[in-house]
C-alpha cells in the first residue's frame, strides 16, 4: 500500500511539473518572460500553488530545452532563443523522425497500424472538442509509437533527450493550423507506412514535421 503511494505522489508530480513546464514555455514564447529575467523557484511555486519540488523538475526540462541557464550564485535566467535556434532543432527532429518512419515502413504490421489509426481517431477527437492539451499528448503518443516499431534505440534515446514531446506542444500551441487540421494529417504518415514504402514514409513524416515548425515560427513572437 506505501508503494502505492508514492508511485501515486511520483506521478501527480510528473504530471504538475510537466503542466508547469508547458506553462512556462509558453510564458517565454509570448514574451511573458524575456532574456536576462530571473526565475525564482519560490516565486513560480506560489503563482502556480504548489510546492518547490514540481517547479524545480520544471526549471530541469526548460534548462534541457535551452530556455534558462543555471549559474552558481546567479540562479536561473532567461536566454533568448532565436528562430533560427528553434527550426535548426526541428530540422533535427525531422531528420531523426524521417529516419525512424523510413525504418517502420519495412517492419510496420497490420496490428500496429490499427493501433495508429487509432490514436489519430483519438486526436481528431480531442480537437473537435477543443481539448489542444489532450490532441497534443496523443500527437506524442503517436510520433513515440513510429519510433518504437523502428525498434532503432539510438533514435529513441535521442529523441528523449532533445524532448521533442515538449517541442510538440510548442508547435501545437503557436500553429495556425487548426487543432483539427493537424490531427488530420497524421493520415498521411499512416498511408505511407501501410505502403511499406521507406522513401515515401521518410518523405512524409520530414514534410509533416518541417510543415509544422514553419506554421508555428511564423507565429512566434521571437527574434
Known amino acids: 500500500m506505501e508503494t502505492k503511494n508514492n ?14 513546464k508547458e506553462q ?3 510564458d517565454l514564447l509570448n514574451k511573458k518572460y524575456v532574456a536576462g529575467d530571473k526565475l525564482v523557484e519560490s516565486a513560480l511555486a506560489k503563482r502556480f500553488g504548489v510546492s518547490q519540488a514540481p517547479v524545480r523538475e520544471a526549471m530541469k526540462g526548460l534548462v534541457e530545452m535551452g530556455f534558462v541557464t543555471v549559474e ?8 533568448s532563443i532565436t528562430k533560427e535556434e528553434m527550426w535548426e532543432i526541428f530540422t533535427v527532429r525531422a531528420a531523426l ?19 495508429l489509426e487509432g490514436l489519430v481517431n483519438e486526436m481528431i477527437k480531442a ?8 490532441r497534443a499528448e496523443i500527437n506524442n503518443l503517436f510520433h513515440e509509437k513510429v519510433i518504437t ?15 521533442f514531446a515538449s517541442w510538440s506542444h510548442t508547435t501545437g500551441t503557436f500553429t495556425s493550423m487548426s487543432s483539427y487540421e493537424i490531427a488530420s494529417r ?6 505511407a507506412l501501410k505502403k511499406h514504402d521507406p522513401e515515401e514514409a521518410s518523405k512524409v513524416m520530414r514534410e509533416h514535421i518541417e510543415c509544422s ?6 507565429n512566434w513572437k521571437g527574434e
Open 127 to 134: 480537437a473537435e472538442a477543443g481539448d489542444i492539451l489532450k
Open 97 to 115: 523522425e524521417s529516419l525512424a518512419a523510413g525504418i517502420a515502413a519495412e517492419k510496420i504490421i497490420p496490428e500496429q497500424i490499427v493501433e
Open 213 to 218: 515548425a514553419r506554421s508555428m515560427l511564423e
Open 149 to 163: 516499431i523502428s525498434e532503432h534505440k539510438l533514435i529513441m534515446r535521442l529523441s528523449k533527450s532533445m524532448r
Open 186 to 191: 497524421h493520415r498521411k504518415i499512416i498511408n
Open 72 to 79: 552558481p550564485y546567479k540562479g536561473t535566467t532567461v536566454r
Open 24 to 26: 512556462l514555455i509558453e
Open 7 to 20: 508511485d501515486q505522489s511520483t506521478l501527480v508530480k510528473k504530471v504538475l511539473s510537466e503542466q508547469i
